[in-house]
């Protein structure tokens, strides 16, 4: 039987975080490339360190001549992420630190497995990919992870807009969330860790700057005298980023995707054109388990899709309500296929997803993001409802 009296935990990092430099980087050159050629395939990889930025990985066009052409943005690119996320720092500023851009051209090994609008069908590799949604909270999301990320996205609000010039670009927050029969009630302990700029910061000065905005994002009621806060518990945090930890694509999948409260494939989504199944199955794997749960099928809902190299079709589709359901699993599982097309052509076609729009999904997470109106996050439209009443 499903716990419904615990306590559950879930961190977030801020865009300033090292790996999350880092996603950024590898999102701005996927962007990049699809706003020039919608088919492109890309798998970029960056790592960051004291004063220096290597970009890495491969990219397909469908004219691969204009890729000496493309390449030479990636340097623009990689240095506007850094200097929007607010890195001036003497040994990471955008201006002064070292990019190597080690981009080269697609496998033809790998091309040949993937098809699509120009004879490639297939998925981009083989794997597992899980979605996930929960009613515990309005965007169908975990609550420990959608408030982690919400302390996180305040901050850098009033950071950027000069409310709060102590505040650095590196951050990391945790909350340990209390569920009483099943529903989040309130928070037992909260971890914030912050970059400051001022050395003669204490500790206390830190929490009481932060302190008001956490409150505001917060549900009421949710802190109380019992809450125990630890904000900057290692005394200062003035070097940071990837000066103070080097960082790489693809190292916060948890932070990604549900904080820990969900099953999770294993592969990352920053860098990767819509072909890999990794990001666009778990894209509409999130898209097919909020719509279950929109639709009043289930209060909890779990899809996993698997996929081979080369293989259009899933192998498998399992669906998982967790003894919440309202209808039967497997009634949701021969329904899925009946509303969508789930094909990378298809995933790609029904949520529009060979757009620029991955860079604003780099940081507080892939998923509980509201749809934009230029087919971002377009994963997160409940559109699906109707469909799946009527197919199951």
Known sequence: MTRKNYTFTSESVSEGHPDKVCDRISDAVLDAF?????????????????????IGGEVGLTDQAKLTEYMGKIDEI???????????????HHATCEIT????????????????ERGDEGAGDQGIMFGYATNETDALMPAPIQYSHAILRRLA???????????????KSQLSVRYEDGKPVGVSSLVLSTQHLDEALTSEDIRAIVAPYITEVLPEGWLSDE?????????????????????????????DTYGGAAPHGGGAFSGKDPTKVDRSAAYVARYLAKNVVAAGMADRCTVQLS??????????????????????ARDIELAIPQVIDLTPRGIRTHLELNKPIYQRTAAYGHFGRAPDADGGFSWEKTDLVEALKKAV
């Open 78 to 92: 990689a240095r506007a992420c850094i200097k929007d996320i607010g890195y001036e720092q003497d040994k990471f």
């Open 34 to 54: 699809l706003a020039e050629d919608p088919l492109a395939r890309v798998a970029c990889e960056t790592f960051a360190t004291t004063d220096r930025v290597v």
């Open 227 to 255: 809450t125990e806060w630890h904000v900057n518990p290692t005394g200062k945090f003035v070097i940071g980023g990837p000066d103070g930890d080097a960082g790489l694509t693809g190292r916060k999948i948890i932070v």
């Open 307 to 328: 996929y081979a190299i080369g293989v259009a079709k899933p192998l498998s589709i399992y669906v998982d309500t967790h003894g919440t359901g309202h209808v039967e």
């Open 157 to 171: 609000e009033v950071r950027k807009n000069g409310t709060e010039p102590a505040l650095g670009p590196d951050a």
């Open 101 to 116: 851009n080690l981009l080269h051209e697609q496998s033809a090994h790998i091309a040949q497995g993937v098809t699509g």
